[in-house]
């Protein structure tokens, strides 16, 4: 019997997940800037909060606020929007547009969206956002073009990642404690 190439390629990701799960460290493609808790380098935003048009009506929760770049300010909201749970990032800076997906909590793992976006600098990110459904997913690991793998560990139900450059997320996996899938694998 024949193993099929799909299956042999979602094995070994989920092999190498297991492994970056227990500690072990995914390795970083040259020319690409890793930050799983999204902060890239940027002295003290001058936006506020309230400069921040974030769409969603006020009772939307904020799930991260930070600087990016030295003059704008990054929001990721998760929402709710006729049944479906979503997401949403926006960048405080010129020309930004806001970036969201939805999801069906009974029956997906989680939800995710990625947009490249420059800072107020002009450096230009891929900020990949997630936010996860199944209260034991633990670790969220992100695959994207050229075969990199980053492990992003879930906090709040949410999870960010952002990298230097123009980059394309293929699939995120969602884990638990244990290594084990927590559902399905989400292609974007």
Known sequence: MSISRAFRSSALLVALLIASACGGQAADAPGV?????????????????????????????????????????LAVLFYDDGGQSCVRFLVDVPGATPVSACGDPARDA?????????????????????????????????????????????????????????????????IDAFGNLTGGIFRF
């Not at 400069?51 to 009772?59: E, I, K, Q």
């Open 33 to 73: 800037t890793v930050t799983a808790t999204a902060t890239p380098p940027s002295p003290e935003p001058s936006a506020t909060p309230e400069s921040l048009d974030a769409g969603p009506a006020a009772s939307d929760d904020i799930w991260l606020e930070q600087p990016f770049g030295p003059d704008g300010q």
């Open 110 to 174: 989680l939800t995710a969206v990625q947009a490249p976006q420059a800072d107020s600098a002009g450096t230009l990110y891929t900020i990949i956002v997630g936010r996860v459904f199944k209260p034991a997913t633990r670790v969220v690991a992100v695959e994207v073009d050229g075969g990199a793998t980053f492990s992003v560990n879930v906090d709040g139900d949410g999870v960010i990642l952002i990298l230097e450059g123009e980059r394309r997320a293929v699939q995120a996996v969602p």
